[in-house]
Structures are given as C-alpha cells and as structure tokens.
C-alpha cells in the first residue's frame, strides 16, 4: 500500500468436504485492486460510508484489502466459475493470528481464518507533537517531529524501528537538535477490546490494540550533543501517544 492505493495479488484455496459427504474445493484469485481504510492520515478521519478518505487526507491505516477475483467452484462433479470483489480484512485489525475475515461484496463468500503469517513494513512515517518538562531545573518546553520506519509482525505483536527526530522551537533553543532513534514495540493484551460490533464483522474477527514503545537516540546540537531513552504509550486504537524522554545533554 502507497498513499491510498493498494496493490498486490491474492489467492486462496479451500478443500473440503460437505455434511453429506461430497467433496468441495473452492478457489479465488486476483490482483488487489484498492483498500478500504480505518482511518485516515493526517486528518484523523473515518472513511465515508464508501470507504474514501476526505480529500485533505493523502493515507490511511488499511482496515481491508479490495480484490478482483476469478473463482472456480467443485462441488462433486459440478464445476461453477464467477467473477467476484472480495474484501481481506488486514491483520492489524486482529493481532496474534486471531481470526480474519475473507468475504466477497455481494455476501456469496464468507471466510473466518487465522493465520500463521502476517507483517507490515512502515516507510517514512511522520509524527508530530509537543513536549515538555526540566532542563537544569528549569521548563523546558518546545517539539518533536520524527519520521519512522518500523517492521511489524501481527502474529508475534513485535515490531522493530528505527528513523530521524528533532527537537524544534525549544526553550532554552540550546534544546534545538535532530539525530537519529531505535527501538521495538510490543502490543500488549491489557488495553485491547473488541471492536467487531463497531465495523459489522463477526465476534472475535476484529480488536483495537494499545502498543507499547521503547528505545534510545542521539541528536545533536547546535553546540551540544543530546543521548537518552525514550518510552512511549499508544492506547488503543494507538492512533494517538504519550510518553516520557530522558537525557543527558554534553557541550
């Protein structure tokens, strides 16, 4: 997924057998063709009732991929074909390999499955806010701005980052630095609910997560060097952080 596009192909493959013991197998395949997103970026919207974005908003957090597909049905000997618009719920809507939805648009499939495999690799994510507290003993307020990159798995709720930050518009300006970070994330269980209910899926299919950060980074100044740790808390849906820095800054 770039911007609010979304590309890709996918496939999938059921065989079984029915209650009157006939042999089933079932087959879809086709490019990904858009995304239905949870929330978009940077304003912080829902997607309308069609799944778009505001035109002020150029991202989005994926909520479900949008696939064009071919699918061959046997059912016994009797082979169907159709052309279908299924939608794949993506795995960051139900962490640790908890069950997802796979179903088409005009509701002839419907799949719940876990799964076994499930990454995310974020590129150039910008992140902003305000920040404040002690230097020497006296206020120090100003803010942050950071562009991270992260590789996340959503069946281990682990993720890697890693990225640039800067302290900007500091009091005392001695404060003013950029530099570079690293560090991992955990999505904890404490602070989760399910959230099937609130986007029409099936109980179980669907949980809003906090995420829990921490690491270490080294900025430099205009005459200083500034090193330290950082730990942050994103509550659930972790669209939002607070958290704490601490350094040691050396002229």
């Not at 013991?21 to 086709?30: K, L």
């Not at 974005?53 to 046997?74: M, R, W």
């Not at 100003?142 to 518009?169: D, I, K, M, P, W």
């Not at 630095?177 to 399910?194: E, H, K």
Request: proline share 6%; net charge negative; aromatic share 8%.
């Amino acid at each position: 997924m770039s911007g609010l596009s979304a590309s890709g192909n996918f496939q999938m493959s059921i065989t079984g057998t029915t209650a009157d013991g006939q042999s089933v197998s079932y087959s879809a395949s086709g490019p990904v063709v858009g995304v239905i997103p949870s929330i978009c970026f940077p304003g912080y919207d829902s997607p309308d009732a069609n799944g778009n974005c505001p035109t002020t908003d150029n991202t989005a957090i994926p909520a479900f991929f949008v696939a064009a597909v071919s699918t061959t049905e046997t059912l016994g000997s009797t082979t169907t074909t159709n052309e279908l618009i299924m939608l794949i719920e993506a795995p960051i809507m139900n962490p640790w390999g908890a069950p997802i939805v796979i179903a088409s648009t005009d509701g002839s499939v419907s799949v719940v499955t876990t799964y076994s495999s499930g990454t995310a690799t974020w590129s150039n994510v910008e992140l902003a806010g305000t920040l404040s507290g002690t230097y020497n003993g006296q206020s120090a307020t100003g803010t942050f701005s950071q562009v991270a990159n992260a590789r996340e798995n959503f069946v281990t709720g682990n993720e890697f980052e890693y990225g640039s930050v800067a302290l900007q518009g500091m009091t005392p300006s001695t404060l003013n630095s950029q530099g570079m970070y690293v560090g991992s994330s955990t999505v904890p269980t404490a602070g989760s609910y399910d959230c099937s209910a609130l986007v029409g899926l099936p109980e179980g299919t669907c949980t809003e997560t906090a995420l829990v950060s921490s690491g270490s980074f080294v900025m430099n100044g205009h005459h200083s060097v500034i090193a330290g740790t950082y730990n942050v808390y994103w509550p659930a849906p972790s669209v939002f952080c607070t958290g704490t820095i601490n350094g040691t800054v050396t002229h």
